[in-house]
């Protein structure tokens, strides 16, 4: 990477990490309202 | 006219009220007073230096007086009914708004821009650049105040509303801010400043003819 | 498709099932998208003659600038449909984009100084183009703050769009001001909007990392407007029924 | 100008207060809201009033939509809600002095004067509102009623805080607006004794 290796793979690093962990606190998020959905007698 | 009646008589009860409490506007003066003379020691007394940050600090300074002031803009009359009244007069609303802005920015903006001589001579800076600061302030704080009541109109009684307003409205002040330090930036520097001028002009109307409005709307949603 | 049935999915209840639908679909351009992307960035796009490897930052750095004013006019289109048609679904789409446009500007910021680093010597570069984007992360932060800090959804809804509409007009002048700002001050000797010169692959490299966020936003925004329908509509019928296929 | 309200909805927050409330008042009629608290007493009011705007359902005044002209159907309602609706720190002089230009119906100082001595608050017109009583400001809200003329009245609870002779006053006085022709939409804890009306219990 011609020397600019840490800043280059940085970039492209933290892009990854961030579009990971939404998805992954997105779900989360998900699993939850679902839970408090099925405690609330709907059905799967 | 009642067009202007309604103006006239809000922006008289607001300013007749901010009277009853004179320490409000004196609060928000020396509050002024006290961010811009700061500066100096932090940064040192070299009246060089000084005389070159002396615009941006000042403006700064009445970003944050003008900010302070806006709070109790509705809050007060949210709190005690009377908000709710004059929501529901036949007059539009949209006027008693602009009325209750034009006594904020008499009780805010007006007393910055007084006091900026007696600062200007602390940053040693020489008269006409003064002037030209002052003009500028003239310019600039009715935009201040007129941004900031939507603000205010929208934090309306949400928790944490002082702190939240501000993260709100700052980014909206910045071009303001901008025009106004770059003007006498420019005059200082030589460079012909008639341009933010008008910049400042185009910002006042574009303020004066959205800001009430849209704060009549946030105000109304408020209030459901 | 005709108006009425348009129409249809504008009600929560309806659009939930298109919206799960159309997830799967999104994800799977996205993962292609990001892979050719990807592919063009490190292998096809030539090393550039002035700025050697370091150029390649460019191919998440304007994407996600793109993406964060792009997200921050989808959000504002979306308010000014909900004054119109008065629609709930207006308000919670807002809401669902305004994480991910937050974030895209936060990542357009952080490799931006990872840029500038190399290139200028510096983390920060007070230029036009990265200053604007850092307000723009502000207005973001600021339709955050005040959409969590209102309880009653449909207040919350009004107030976020007047909020994102108040910004959308300010952000052409927040652009042009701190443009004049910078030529006022320093003469735009530094600065990031001279683009090294654009060899086709690394144009079409961007442009295809651009379409694969686009991908990903409207991906994750659909889920996240799922998540916002479920937690508003709890208490209806529909959701007791059958909401989760 | 009669006011009706069509297969009303409300909702506060999660909460559905009341649904499918339909009611018609017309002029020389008066209507008595009941309910125990959180009914959505106070919401109904609201909604009546013009402001807030109900989930479902509609109102209309004289025929007309209310959200279509709600300057001129403000022009034409008083509503007087829990609130103070007082500025502490101006006397009940300039008090109401403001509101009556607010409300497009400018009075005079006489006639101020005169109201407030009809509602006992004589030698009490330059003492700023946040010295008196909860009755007296009370009374103060009250005065609007004599001061601005017109045919609909929506009260929330006009007779909290009040004294005997008060109270009395207030009866003689919705009388009085209901006879002439007026409309009046109330709630309240006290048995409304009155002619021709109509109750609606939430």
Redesign the interface.
């Known amino acids: 990477m011609g020397g600019y290796g840490l800043y280059v793979w940085g970039s492209f690093g933290i892009c990854a990490v961030a579009m990971i962990i939404e998805p992954i606190v997105l779900n989360a998020r998900n699993q939850k309202i679902r839970r408090q959905v099925k405690r609330q007698g709907g059905q799967w | 006219m009642?067009l202007f009646?309604?103006i006239y008589?809000?922006a008289r009860?607001d300013l007749?009220?901010a009277l009853?409490?004179k320490t409000e506007i004196l609060t928000a003066l020396f509050f002024f007073v006290i961010v811009v003379n700061l500066l100096p020691l932090g940064v040192g007394p070299d009246p060089k230096l000084l005389s070159k940050i002396a615009p941006g600090v000042v403006w700064i300074g009445a970003l944050l007086a003008t900010l302070l002031g806006l709070p109790r803009l509705f809050a007060?009359?949210y709190?005690?009914?009377?908000l709710?009244?004059?929501?529901?007069?036949?007059?539009?609303f949209t006027l008693?708004v602009l009325g209750k802005i034009m006594a904020h920015w008499i009780v805010a903006g007006l007393p910055v821009v007084l006091i900026t001589p007696l600062l200007g001579i602390q940053f040693n800076l020489s008269g006409p650049i003064i002037g030209v600061l002052m003009l500028t302030l003239v310019l600039g704080t009715p935009v201040l105040s007129l941004i900031g009541a939507i603000g205010a109109a929208l934090t309306l009684g949400v928790r944490g509303g002082g702190v939240l307003l501000s993260l709100l409205i700052l980014p909206l002040y910045i071009p303001v801010l901008i025009f106004g330090a770059g003007a006498a930036e420019a005059y200082r520097a030589g460079l012909d400043m008639t341009g933010y001028l008008w910049l400042l002009a185009a910002l006042d109307l574009l303020a004066l003819f959205f800001a009430p409005w849209v704060s009549a709307i946030a105000l109304k949603v408020a209030?459901? | 498709m005709s108006m009425v049935n348009w129409f249809k999915y504008a009600s929560p209840a309806s659009f939930y099932p298109l919206a799960g639908k159309l997830i799967p679909f999104f994800s799977a351009i996205t993962a292609i998208l990001l892979a050719v992307g990807l592919w063009i960035s490190f292998f096809m796009a030539p090393t550039d003659f002035q700025q050697g490897e370091g150029y390649r930052i460019i191919f998440v750095h304007v994407p996600a600038s793109w993406m964060s004013m792009f997200i921050y006019c989808v959000m504002a289109f979306w308010s000014a449909l909900g004054f119109i048609l008065n629609t709930r679904l207006s308000g919670m789409m807002t809401q669902a984009l305004a994480p991910t446009g937050a974030m895209f500007a936060f990542l357009s910021l952080v490799t931006g100084s990872l840029w500038g680093k190399p290139m200028w010597g510096t983390w920060w570069v007070w230029d036009a183009r990265l200053t604007s984007q850092l307000i723009l992360f502000f207005l973001y932060l600021g339709f955050l703050a005040l959409t969590s800090a209102i309880?009653?959804?449909r207040r919350r809804d009004k107030a976020g769009a007047i909020l994102s509409l108040v910004g959308v007009v300010n952000i052409p002048i927040i652009y042009f001001s701190v443009i004049w700002w910078n030529t006022l001050h320093q003469g735009a000797t530094v600065s990031m909007t001279k683009a090294p010169t654009m060899a086709h692959t690394m144009l079409m490299g961007m442009l295809i990392m651009a379409l694969a966020f686009w991908g990903y936003t409207i991906a994750i925004v659909l889920k996240r407007v799922r998540c916002i329908i479920l937690e508003r509509e709890?208490?209806s019928e529909w959701v007791k029924k059958n909401a989760l296929e | 100008m009669n006011l009706s309200v069509k297969d009303l909805s409300c909702q506060r927050?999660?909460r559905?207060l009341f649904e499918h409330v339909s009611f018609q008042l017309e002029p020389h009629q008066w209507c008595h809201v009941t309910g125990e608290n959180g009914a959505g007493k106070t919401s109904l009011l609201r909604l009546c009033?013009?402001?807030?705007?109900p989930l479902s359902g509609s109102i209309s005044w004289g025929g007309v939509n209310i959200p279509d002209d709600l300057?001129?159907f403000?022009?034409d309602?008083l509503?007087l809600?829990?609130?103070?609706?007082?500025?502490?720190?101006?006397t009940p002089l300039?008090n109401l002095t403001?509101?009556s230009?607010?409300?497009?119906q400018p009075a005079t100082e006489d006639a101020i004067l005169s109201v407030l001595s009809f509602w006992g608050l004589a030698g009490r017109e330059d003492l700023p509102v946040r010295v008196l009583s909860a009755g007296q400001r009370r009374r103060v809200l009250l005065s609007r009623l004599l001061l601005k003329s017109c045919p609909l009245w929506i009260l929330d609870e006009p007779f909290n805080a009040l004294d005997k002779k008060a109270i009395n006053t207030l009866y003689d006085l919705l009388n009085n607006h209901v006879s002439q022709g007026g409309l009046l939409l109330v709630t309240s804890h006290q048995p409304m004794e009155m002619a021709e009306g109509i109750v609606l219990s939430l």
């Open positions: 009642n009646s309604t008589c809000m009860r007749t009220l009853r409490h007060h009359d709190q005690d009914g009377t709710e009244q004059l929501s529901l007069s036949p007059r539009s008693i209030l459901e | 309880d009653d959804p709890i208490a | 927050g999660e559905l009033a013009g402001l807030s705007s300057d001129g403000h022009k309602l509503y809600g829990h609130a103070s609706g007082l500025k502490e720190e101006l300039e403001l509101m230009q607010i409300d497009g």
